[in-house]
């Protein structure tokens, strides 16, 4: 069993910075990538950043230059450190964690507002 739980979400200026992070309760279960999601209403939720246990990264394009994805294997921890934030990055962020086997993990989403 994989639980997971996002922080780090809040309000901020245009320009502004946060870092959101994802502790992922494993029960023994490993895991292989580890990634953030995004949903503004009335949108579809979209791939943010990946990072898989080896350390390999992929970004949206819109997101490049300005998010930063990182893990810590031995505390099953994931990080999304966002600087230049823009309004448009307004949305819930979900973490996302997947197993060896490929089975998939949720968290419940902390939400991000920036203001112009």
């Known amino acids: 069993q994989v639980q997971l739980a996002e922080s780090g979400g809040g309000l901020v200026q245009a320009g502004g910075s946060l870092r959101l992070s994802c502790a992922a309760s494993?029960?023994?279960?490993?895991?292989?990538?580890m990634g953030w999601y995004r949903q503004a209403p009335g949108k579809q939720r979209e791939l943010v950043a990946t990072?898989?246990?080896?350390?390999?990264?992929n970004y949206v394009d819109s997101v490049k230059g300005r998010f930063s994805i990182s893990r810590d294997n031995a505390k099953n921890t994931a990080y999304l450190q966002m600087n230049s934030l823009k309004p448009e990055d307004t949305a819930v962020y979900y973490c996302?964690?997947?197993?060896?086997?490929?089975?998939?993990?949720w968290g419940q989403g902390t939400q991000v507002t920036v203001s112009s």
């Open positions: 494993v029960r023994g279960r490993r895991i292989s990538a």
């Open positions: 996302n964690a997947e197993q060896f086997s490929g089975f998939t993990y």
């Open positions: 990072i898989t246990s080896g350390g390999l990264t």
